[in-house]
C-alpha cells in the first residue's frame, strides 16, 4: 500500500514555525486550506493547528513576535535548532552541521546565506521533497527530540505544541511527555572565565591597569539521544 504523501503539510509546519511576520500572516489562509486539502493529519490535529493559524492571524503583531523570540530563541528545551539537542555545545555538533549540509546539497537543496542546516523549518524542506517512504523515515529519526521539545512546549501551555505534534504524527510515532531538564537562567548562562591563580601581569599591554573582560558561553550538557 502506497503512503500517504505529506510534501505540502511539511512545508506548511515549515512556515508555522518561521518567525511570525507580515508576509506569514498573509499566507496563513492558504496555508489552512493547504493542510486540510492534503489530509495527512488526522481530524483533532488539523483543529489544533487551526487555533494556532488563527491566533497568529488575528494577535498583535509585536505580541506575537514577542513570544516567538521568547519561547524559541531564549531557551534550550524549546530550541529549533536540533543539534543543540543532541550535542550542545560540544565540538562534535560542527561535524554534525556539515554531514547534514551536504546531505541537502546531494539533494539539490542550497542554504541561503546565514542559514544553518539543524534549523528545523529549513529540515522539513528538505524532508518535504522526499519520496514518503523516506520522508517518514527521516521524521523517525529525530522523534526522539521532538517528544523533548513537544513536552517543553506543553509545559508552556503554548499552541506551538501542536505543530511538533504533527511531526510527530507524520513519523508514524506518538506524542507523549518527557522528562525536560528545566532551561538554565538566561543571565547566568554566561560567565566570565575563571582567574588563573598566581598569573603575573606579564605580557600585558597594560600592566596594572583595568583589563579587557572576555565571556565565553558555559557548557551545557548535550541532551542523552542517538544523533540524527
Request: glycine fraction near 6%; hydrophobic fraction near 45%; include cysteine.
Amino acid at each position: 500500500m502506497a503512503q500517504k504523501t505529506a510534501s505540502i503539510t511539511l512545508r506548511v509546519l515549515a512556515r508555522l514555525l518561521s518567525y511570525p511576520n507580515a508576509a506569514l500572516k498573509i499566507d496563513l489562509a492558504d496555508m489552512q486550506n493547504a493542510l486540510h486539502a492534503e489530509r495527512a493529519l488526522d481530524k483533532d490535529r488539523l483543529q489544533e493547528l487551526d487555533t494556532l493559524i488563527a491566533y497568529l492571524a488575528n494577535g498583535d503583531a509585536l505580541q506575537l513576535e514577542s513570544e516567538f523570540v521568547e519561547l524559541f530563541d531564549r531557551g534550550h528545551s524549546t530550541s529549533l535548532h536540533l543539534f543543540e539537542h543532541v550535542h550542545g555545545d560540544s565540538r562534535d555538533r560542527g561535524p554534525a552541521m556539515i554531514d547534514l549540509t551536504k546531505t541537502f546539497e546531494a539533494a539539490g537543496l542550497f542554504l541561503a546565506p546565514g542559514e544553518l542546516p539543524d534549523f528545523l523549518p529549513v529540515v522539513l524542506e528538505f524532508v518535504s521533497t522526499q519520496p514518503p517512504k523516506e520522508a517518514k523515515a527521516f521524521l523517525a529519526e529525530m522523534a526522539h527530540i521532538f517528544n523533548a521539545i513537544f513536552s517543553a512546549l506543553q509545559q508552556r501551555q503554548t499552541a506551538y505544541a501542536s505543530v511538533i505534534g504533527a511531526l510527530l504524527e507524520l513519523s508514524g510515532e506518538k506524542a507523549q511527555a518527557v522528562k525536560v531538564p528545566a532551561d538554565e537562567p538566561l543571565d547566568s548562562a554566561w560567565e566570565e572565565p575563571e582567574v588563573f591563580g598566581g598569573c603575573s601581569v606579564k605580557g600585558q599591554d597594560k600592566p596594572g591597569q583595568p583589563q579587557p573582560i572576555h565571556f565565553v558561553r558555559a557548557n551545557a550538557a548535550a541532551t542523552a539521544g542517538a544523533p540524527l
